[in-house]
């Protein structure tokens, strides 16, 4: 098993209705494989965050997807920001 903390910003954390969670996960679970395990937790508002969102695993920008998520990690849900 995989355990990811996973922690929600701005309208990532209104949409899943928690600041963070820890996520059990099967081993060698890539971070798509863990959006969809998000998607079901959170059906109502959460997927559609999810589509816009940037991701970072330990502090650390991911745009591959497919990338493992390593036992015991961050994994930081960001949805875009407004702003200059």
């Known amino acids: 098993m995989t355990t990811v903390l996973v922690r929600y910003f701005a309208s990532a954390r209104a ?3 928690v ?3 820890t996520v059990q996960l099967p081993a060698g679970v890539s971070v798509h494989e863990a959006l969809g395990v998000l998607r079901e937790r959170h059906p109502s508002d959460l997927p559609r965050v999810l589509e816009a ?7 650390i920008a991911v745009r591959d997807h497919s990338r493992l998520l390593p036992d015991g ?3 930081d849900v960001l949805p875009p920001f407004a702003g200059g």
């Open 15 to 17: 949409a899943a209705g």
């Open 53 to 59: 969102a940037s991701f970072l695993i330990d502090g």
């Open 19 to 21: 600041e963070q969670e």
């Open 73 to 75: 990690s961050e994994l």
